[in-house]
């Protein structure tokens, strides 16, 4: 006799969330390319055509993954500057610190975030990943006005520190460095990226007496 499997029933609201948690399983085991909505209803149990009330288009769900990435990485960057000392460097380092450890749990994940906020149309993705980042932006205005960092772009001084903690993630999610070396590697690069952003002190000539 054989046991047939009762096929999943989900709310509306579930199977969004399902499909989502489903495709970011797929993509961290597979990468983006093997994702299919086909697949994904078939994992959770429903129809084929299922998915598809959520997600017309298989972009449409790459799009979603996106957008939940960039809000959870958002909460815990914010989480990471609320917490703990309120010392700016330590805030610094804490938002970086968080970035950081999520690129490494997800490298997929961010990979396929990256990828699809630079893709005309995706706004809805863009504002999710200015809303991600807006606590180190923030972050970096302050320390412009208590001149802890210098005056300028706060879009560029953003990219050095963003580049610098991405390619240490990045070195471990490539094996070339080792997982357990990260946070101190993330604190000597931020107190280098203090010094080097620090204002300019003028030096002024005195002639000898």
């Known amino acids: 006799m054989t046991e047939r499997t009762e096929p999943r029933?989900?709310?509306?609201?579930?199977?969004?969330?399902?499909?989502?948690?489903?495709?970011?399983?797929?993509?961290?085991?597979?990468?983006?390319?093997?994702?299919?909505?086909?697949?994904?209803a078939r994992e959770v149990g429903v129809s084929h055509a299922a998915p598809r009330r959520h997600f017309p288009e298989r972009q449409d769900l790459l799009d979603a993954l996106a957008e939940a990435g960039f809000s959870r990485l958002g909460g815990e960057i914010r989480d990471a500057v609320a917490d703990g000392d309120a010392d700016f460097a330590a805030r610094i380092r804490r938002a970086t610190a968080a970035f950081a450890h999520f690129a490494v749990a997800n490298p997929a994940l961010l990979e396929l975030m990256n990828a699809t906020k630079h893709q005309s149309g995706r706004s809805?993705?863009?504002?999710?990943?200015?809303?991600?980042?807006?606590?180190?932006?923030?972050?970096?205005?302050?320390?412009?006005?208590?001149?802890?960092?210098?005056?300028?772009?706060?879009?560029?001084?953003?990219?050095?520190?963003?580049?610098?903690?991405?390619?240490?993630?990045?070195?471990?999610?490539?094996?070339?460095?080792?997982?357990?070396?990260?946070?101190?590697?993330?604190?000597?690069a931020v107190t280098q990226f203090l010094k080097g952003a620090a204002p300019t002190r003028r030096r002024t000539n005195q002639k000898p007496a």
């Open 124 to 188: 809805a993705v863009t504002r999710s990943a200015e809303a991600a980042f807006a606590p180190l932006v923030e972050l970096i205005k302050e320390g412009q006005q208590s001149r802890v960092l210098q005056a300028g772009s706060v879009e560029g001084i953003g990219l050095i520190l963003y580049a610098t903690v991405n390619g240490l993630a990045t070195l471990v999610n490539n094996g070339l460095v080792e997982p357990g070396r990260l946070d101190d590697l993330i604190e000597t």
């Open 9 to 40: 029933r989900y709310h509306h609201g579930e199977l969004r969330g399902a499909l989502l948690a489903a495709a970011e399983q797929s993509l961290r085991e597979r990468g983006p390319a093997q994702l299919s909505l086909r697949d994904l």
